[in-house]
Structures are given as C-alpha cells and as structure tokens.
C-alpha cells in the first residue's frame, strides 16, 4: 500500500499560485496519482489525476516528475474559497488498491 | 440527476445499539467504499466491494459489517461492538475516481 506525505498545512493570499508537494517514495509501476478536495463536513471532491509528466484541467495543474516519487498540485490564482483540505492518494484501477487518504494538506486562502 | 445519497445526515444513537447508515448510488459503478473520518484527521477505509454480493475489510473494519445485495446499494451497520463509533461516516462509488456522498456524522452517547 503506497503511502503518502504532505505538508500538514500551507497558507497563501488570494491571487497567488498554490503548489502543493506530495511524497509517494513507493508508488508502483501501475499506479496512478490522484488529488482530491474536502471542505468541512463533505465528502472529498475529485481534483485532477495523472501518471506522469504533467496534467492540466480547468480547476488544477499536476506536475509529476520522472522517478514519480513525489508530485505537485498547482492550483493558480486561488480564492477565499479555495480554502479546504487537499488529499493525495496513489493507487490503481488495475489491482483495485486501497487508496490511502492520509491527514491531507489544510490551505488557508486569506483576504 | 446521477450521484450518491446517504442519510441521514445527522444520526444519534444509544450506547449498544446497532444502527445502520444508508448509501446509494446511480451512477452505475461496480465499487463502492465505505470511510470513517475523525475531527482534523483523513479517511480510514472500513470496507469495500468490488461488485454485487462480494465485500472485503478495509483498515478498520472491526465493529462493522455490510452487505452488497445490489448494485446500487451498500449499507453499512454499526455495531454495539464497536469501541468509539462516532464519527464522520462517508460513502463512495467509483473505480480509480471516487465520487462521495455527503455524508452521515454519527452520534453515540
């Protein structure tokens, strides 16, 4: 089962770019990294996934380097309500892994 | 309008009473999970199945049980024999994306 380490919390101001770091020294060959969203007392949001390289959608950027040890969550321009916890799992469809949530990331957008 | 329903939101119970949180989904996926979360900390996986009447342990599964008689369908029992039963319970469905439900936060006094 492919751990994951975040920073437990980051801070930024509206406006700025947020990038996110996550740690997955184990993660195997057929694993994919996911990123998800939670706000207070909801279920987790899907963010963005990818394999490698890197993955753009309209929310969120990844940034996945060549060892795919860690990887990195850019999400530009944040607003107030960007404030929330950001989660990193890695796992696969393939062998239908557990996924391992972890503590998450907390990001405190301020004014 | 696809997604996933739990209820109910808000559930209080007695000490050694079970009780049985609701999850369903429309969205046609094979496998469906069931987490518990605690104040300030991340999900834990209870249990898990793959596909109709077929459900495997998850990291924390004692004190739990469930049942995957339909495809739609994947409730989960609290039972009097679990130690600190309350807690944020979450449902999902989904294979490599997960799609969650609102939601039920479990009171036991």
């Known amino acids: 089962l492919a751990k994951t380490t975040q920073p437990i919390s980051m801070d930024s101001y509206e406006g700025q770019e947020v990038n996110i770091t996550c740690s997955h020294n184990?993660?195997?060959?057929?694993?994919?990294i996911t990123w998800y969203q939670q706000f207070p007392s909801q279920g987790p949001r899907f963010i963005i996934q990818?394999?490698?390289t890197k993955v753009t959608n309209e929310v969120a950027s990844l940034f996945i380097p060549a060892d795919r040890k860690s990887s990195t969550l850019s999400l530009p321009r944040v607003s107030l309500s960007d404030t929330a916890v950001y989660y990193c799992?890695?796992?696969?469809?393939?062998?239908?892994?557990?996924?391992?949530f972890g503590s998450g990331t907390k990001l405190n957008v301020k004014p | 309008d696809g997604g996933i329903t739990q209820s109910p939101k808000y559930l209080f119970r007695k000490e050694g009473q079970n009780v049985t949180l609701s999850c369903e989904q429309n969205?046609?996926?094979?496998?469906m999970y069931w987490y518990r979360q605690d104040p300030g900390q991340g999900l834990r996986l209870i249990y898990y199945?793959?596909?109709?009447?077929?459900?495997q342990k998850g990291d924390i599964a004692e004190g739990y049980s469930v049942s995957r008689e339909k495809k739609e369908s994947f409730p989960l029992t609290v039972t009097s024999a679990q130690k600190n039963p309350t807690a944020f319970y979450l449902c999902?469905?989904?294979?490599?994306?997960?799609?969650f439900g609102p939601g039920t936060r479990l009171t036991v006094t």
């Open positions: 999902a469905s989904g294979q490599n994306e997960q799609y």
């Open positions: 184990n993660i195997a060959t057929n694993d994919y």
């Open positions: 990818g394999y490698k």
């Open positions: 799992l890695v796992g696969t469809v393939y062998n239908f892994n557990k996924f391992y």
């Open positions: 969205l046609n996926h094979d496998a």
């Open positions: 199945s793959q596909i109709v009447n077929d459900f």
